[in-house]
Nanobody, 118 residues
């Protein structure tokens, strides 16, 4: 059974940090590109960061550059998003996504809520 399960979300004060995890199972994680998306209330889902199967990565959202880092551990079949210097505008539901590097089919996690507030 294919599963992507996010964890690590929660309530944090502005300036704080969180690390999101996305545990994958049921497929060959190392052959998949990993992505983190987020969706804030009333807004469209936004691509935050991408990490390819070879470990190279990019931060797609300009608003998080220099603050967020995407990584992966293929041995643990887990995708990570380290979020530092969090701002209120980072408040959103964060979703992980895995897409096969050649064939394009993809899987989604259920999302984890991140709330940045005093």
């Amino acid at each position: 059974q294919v599963r992507l399960v996010e964890s690590g979300g929660g309530l944090v004060q502005p300036g704080g940090s969180l690390r999101l995890s996305c545990a994958a199972s049921g497929f060959t994680f190392s052959s998949y590109t990993g992505r983190w998306y987020r969706q804030a209330p009333g807004k469209e889902r936004e691509l935050v960061a991408i990490i390819y199967s070879d470990g190279t990565s990019t931060i797609d959202a300009d608003s998080v550059k220099g603050r967020f880092t995407i990584s992966r551990d293929n041995a643990k079949t887990t995708l990570y998003l380290q979020m530092n210097s969090l701002k209120s505008e980072d408040t959103a539901v964060y979703f992980c996504n895995a897409q096969h590097r050649w064939f394009g089919y993809e899987y989604w996690g259920q999302g984890t809520q991140v709330t940045v507030s005093t």
